[in-house]
């Protein structure tokens, strides 16, 4: 469904104005319907993270944060993984929508179980523990307890200030040598349902502007694959792989010129990491 984004914008300035994430889920699945299930397939970024964490043997306890609706991607992994646990800052999940996504992904591939999912604790059948809201810059695990932690396009919905803390916090629980999978979207959100705009529209506002199409419940952070870079180099992981992904060939030319003293990967559309726990040193924000 095609929507001019200013007009989505000034939709989700109401859902921020009058509190309103319920109307906001509503339009998602019966307007918009991007909340809807009818054909999944198999994303790439779930095999990627399969393929990273039995290649760096890190499949014991794995630890996501920003699951979303549907554990489609959990239910996937379900298979090689031994315990995912599983969080959200605000309870998102839809029983409906996990059922659905665990039906046509049995069609197309083995999961851990064949169990119907009625409650949240019926995730055990598939070794997932779901918990929200669960602020994972603070958690409870111990000192060195996860084997591996994935994410896959949330990094680009939160504060820097915020990622700092979470990544801060990862490093604590990772055990030594643990590793982290993550996937990062730096497009332009807006662009997904507006075709008409550039997918780095949003690089053409100053703060101060973006401040006026920026909201609450969709905020987009616009760092790009070099801040990543420094923040995770910062906090003392060894970056072990990388990628960044160009998807924009007509980059208006007034974001180049004010992006043309930065490095290249500022045009990216998305990036890969994977990132290893220094077992040495790490300069922890926290202490």
Partial sequence: MNIPWRVKSATFKLVDLFNAPRFLYFLQRHVTKR???????????????????????????VFEFGAGKNLAQNLYLSDIIGTQIVVDLNPMIDLDLVNTARR?????CQLRSNEEIDSIKDLTYYGIDYRA????????FEDSSIDSCISTNTLEHIPRESILEIF???????KPGGIISAKIDYSDHYAHTDPSISL?????FS?????????NCHYQNRMRHYDF?????????????????????KIPQEIADRFDTQPDTWAATSGYFVLMKD?????????
């Avoid at 009818?38 to 306890?61: E, F, M, P």
């Avoid at 703060?207 to 909201?215: A, I, Q």
């Avoid at 060894?238 to 924009?248: C, F, G, N, R, S």
């Avoid at 077992?279 to 202490?287: A, M």
């Fill in 35 to 61: 909340s809807r299930i009818t054909q999944l397939g198999i994303s790439d970024d779930w095999v990627r993270h399969g393929n990273t964490i039995n290649k760096y043997k890190a499949s014991c306890r």
């Fill in 104 to 108: 046509l992904l049995s069609e197309k």
């Fill in 133 to 140: 809201p669960y602020d994972a810059s603070d958690t409870d």
């Fill in 168 to 174: 801060d916090e990862l490093h604590r629980i990772l």
């Fill in 200 to 204: 780095l529209n949003f690089l053409k």
């Fill in 207 to 215: 703060e101060t502007e973006w401040k006026l199409f920026n909201h």
């Fill in 229 to 249: 870079i420094q923040i995770f180099d910062k906090l003392g992981f060894k970056i072990v792989e990388e990628e960044a992904t160009y998807d924009e060939n």
């Fill in 279 to 287: 077992p040495i040193h790490h300069p922890f924000l926290k202490r």
